[in-house]
Nanobody, 115 residues
Framework: QVQLVESGGGLVQAGGSLRLSCAAS????????MGWYRQAPGKPRELVAS????????NYADSFKGRFTISRDAAKNTVYLQMNSLKPEDTAVYYC????????WGQGTQVTVSS
């Protein structure tokens, strides 16, 4: 089992920044990749970015390239999502995801961007 705990969400004005954190615990050695997804009200969950556990290769959905940056601290089993130039349409619940033998999800953290 892998447990994921997100933190760092909150309310920010448009143009501001937030950094989300996702701490993994449990069978972290089994994780192949971690990522961030988001789900806005009335919309499907979508991939934001992912990062592999070994070489740290990253992948971004086109909508987030240049504004969001995913990174990891292997020693802390933590993945971060730095979000800059936030827009009201970035308002969503952001979920951390870990891919091992199974797929694991965190509880989500709310990000609200005011105009």
């Amino acid at each position: 089992q892998v447990q994921l705990v997100e933190s760092g969400g909150g309310l920010v004005q448009a143009g501001g920044s937030l950094r989300l954190s996702c701490a993994a615990s449990g069978r972290t050695f089994s994780i192949n990749a971690m990522g961030w997804y988001r789900q806005a009200p009335g919309k499907p969950r979508e991939l934001v970015a992912s990062i592999t556990s070994d070489g740290g290769r990253t992948n971004y959905a086109d909508s987030f390239k240049g504004r969001f940056t995913i990174s990891r601290d292997a020693a802390k089993n933590t993945v971060y999502l730095q979000m800059n130039s936030l827009k009201p349409e970035d308002t969503a619940v952001y979920y951390c995801n870990a891919v091992a033998l199974y797929m694991y999800w965190g509880q989500g953290t709310q990000v609200t961007v005011s105009s």
